[in-house]
């Protein structure tokens, strides 16, 4: 601890606690509020640094999260990996006095989101049992990567509940299925 000559700003991030839990998939918005205390600067504007000092925000990904307003950060969808726990610190200080400054930091967890499962051609369809049935889901994607390639499909059936259905005999069993890859 060293005693400073100086008022120091009292600053914290804005909505949050000091730990935070967001899905890798949206963007950050962080926002940091400082003030001097009542003796201090008045009404200077205070100058503001961030940091990540967990590293895993490269110094060019750092610098491209800092908004028009230095106050606030924003960091783009998909910039953060899943699983990872990220910290952000925000400095604030008087213009010329940066070694006499008030920090605040804040753990970020990014998670995984759930993954979007589609199946072209809608949600139920009335075919013969005795036809061959082709099933697309290449549009199905994941929220985390930017690719929607390298998905591995894992298909299973229900039988349908086939009472009232005139003239049909309903099997008890599901066939399996063979999926194509393109």
């Known amino acids: ?5 100086l008022d120091v700003p009292v600053v914290q991030i ?3 606690g000091s730990t935070a839990t967001v899905y890798a998939a949206d963007d950050l918005k962080l926002s940091a509020k400082a003030s001097m205390p009542a003796c201090g600067g008045g009404n200077t504007p205070l100058r503001y640094i961030w940091a ?3 590293g895993f925000l490269s110094a ?11 106050r606030a950060i924003k960091v783009k969808a998909g ?3 899943a699983g990872l726990t990220y910290v952000f610190e925000v400095s604030a200080f008087l213009p010329g006095y940066q070694e006499v400054n008030g920090t605040s930091r804040i753990s970020i967890t990014a998670k995984a989101s ?3 499962a589609a199946i072209a051609g809608g949600s139920s369809r009335m075919q013969s049992r005795l036809d061959d049935i082709e099933l697309d889901a290449s549009s199905s994607y994941d929220p985390d990567t930017a690719s929607t390639g390298h998905l591995t499909y ?3 059936c229900i039988e349908a509940d086939c009472s009232g ?5 309903c099997t008890s069993s599901c066939h399996d299925f063979t999926a194509k890859s393109s």
């Open 52 to 54: 990540e000092p967990s």
């Open 165 to 169: 259905c005139a003239n049909t005999t």
């Open 79 to 81: 910039t953060m990996k």
């Open 114 to 116: 759930d993954l979007f």
């Open 154 to 156: 894992r298909w299973s």
């Open 1 to 5: 601890v060293k005693k400073a000559s």
């Open 60 to 70: 060019s990904e750092l610098s491209s999260v800092v908004t028009a307003q230095p």
């Open 14 to 16: 804005a909505g949050y």
